[in-house]
């Protein structure tokens, strides 16, 4: 489903910073629980996630929806973090600035540029570039929206080959990669099946997959039946090395 006109007039651009333990938020299991987060506030209160970036200790989000729905979406996000971060850390006040339509575009890029390590987005594996580029297929985040505003055009190309890496084919990078392109962390029963077939498509055999999984040959076999639809995604991924690492 794509913006309407009342969307476009209703969005903002929203920012928050970390304090406290900034290490704290760094890992993946804290990141993706941050994204299921902030899209289960967003569709209690009918709130449409346009794009986000979460930086090293810099979150940011495109969002659109009434004002008064966004500020209960952003007060259910802050609440629910700062209670599971145990007092290790806590979030900054929101700044929120109103987005007219002609500077959509560029609040997506602002985003999506969120300070990441020693560098910017090119190297960030959390932001919704990667959804939109279609490399990722992730239940917190729906980039139908995205993808109809910024175009195919907007993409930048990654300069790095996948055949760089030592391990690509090894089934902990394949595991890897699968859990990725899923958005969940490896291991994940729901990335299983693109696993397997990830897998069998670089010629492991049944018992090396098996042994990985901790499940049986039999359960294997039953996971290779049928194509599994995020197959290609999941290759094209070996060109991207922002799923690389995750986590």
Same mark, same amino acid.
Request: overall charge positive; hydrophobic content about 45%; proline content about 4%.
């Given at each position: 489903?794509?913006?309407?006109?009342?969307?476009?007039?209703?969005?903002?651009?929203?920012?928050?910073?970390?304090?406290?333990?900034?290490?704290?938020?760094?890992?993946?299991?804290?990141?993706?629980?941050?994204?299921?987060?902030?899209?289960?506030?967003?569709?209690?209160?009918?709130?449409?996630?346009?794009?986000?970036?979460?930086?090293?200790?810099?979150?940011?989000?495109?969002?659109?929806?009434?004002?008064?729905?966004?500020?209960?979406?952003?007060?259910?996000?802050?609440?629910?973090?700062?209670?599971?971060?145990?007092?290790?850390?806590?979030?900054?006040?929101? #700044?929120?600035?109103?987005?007219?339509?002609?500077?959509?575009?560029?609040?997506?890029?602002?985003?999506?540029?969120?300070?990441?390590?020693?560098?910017?987005?090119?190297?960030?594996?959390?932001?919704? #570039?990667?959804?939109?580029?279609?490399?990722?297929?992730?239940?917190?985040?729906?980039?139908?929206?995205?993808?109809?505003?910024?175009?195919?055009?907007?993409?930048?190309?990654?300069?790095?080959?996948?055949?760089?890496?030592? #391990?690509?084919?090894?089934?902990?990078?394949?595991?890897?990669?699968?859990?990725?392109?899923?958005?969940?962390?490896?291991?994940?029963?729901?990335?299983?099946?693109?696993?397997?077939?990830?897998?069998?498509?670089?010629?492991?055999?049944?018992?090396?997959?098996?042994?990985?999984?901790?499940?049986?040959?039999?359960?294997?076999?039953?996971?290779?039946?049928?194509? #599994?639809?995020?197959?290609?995604?999941?290759?094209?991924?070996?060109?991207?090395?922002?799923?690389?690492?995750?986590?």
């Amino acid at each position: 489903m794509l913006l309407t006109a009342l969307e476009v007039r209703m969005m903002e651009a929203v920012q928050c910073v970390v304090l406290g333990d900034r290490d704290a938020v760094r890992g993946p299991i804290v990141r993706y629980e941050l994204l299921n987060r902030m899209w289960r506030n967003t569709q209690k209160q009918g709130v449409r996630i346009i794009a986000f970036g979460l930086g090293t200790d810099d979150f940011r989000w495109i969002l659109s929806g009434d004002p008064e729905n966004i500020t209960e979406v952003l007060r259910g996000f802050k609440v629910g973090t700062c209670r599971r971060s145990q007092g290790r850390f806590r979030l900054s006040a929101w #700044e929120r600035t109103p987005v007219v339509a002609e500077h959509v575009a560029a609040r997506i890029a602002w985003a999506h540029a969120v300070p990441w390590g020693n560098g910017v987005g090119p190297l960030n594996p959390w932001t919704s #570039e990667i959804d939109g580029r279609g490399f990722r297929v992730a239940g917190f985040f729906d980039p139908v929206a995205l993808q109809a505003i910024v175009g195919a055009s907007h993409w930048s190309s990654s300069e790095t080959s996948y055949t760089d890496l030592e #391990e690509t084919y090894s089934l902990r990078f394949l595991m890897r990669l699968a859990a990725a392109v899923v958005g969940r962390l490896p291991g994940h029963h729901k990335s299983f099946r693109l696993f397997v077939q990830l897998a069998r498509f670089f010629g492991w055999a049944y018992s090396d997959i098996a042994s990985a999984l901790h499940v049986s040959r039999r359960r294997v076999r039953q996971l290779d039946q049928g194509r #599994e639809p995020l197959l290609w995604t999941a290759l094209l991924g070996l060109g991207e090395p922002r799923l690389w690492g995750v986590p």
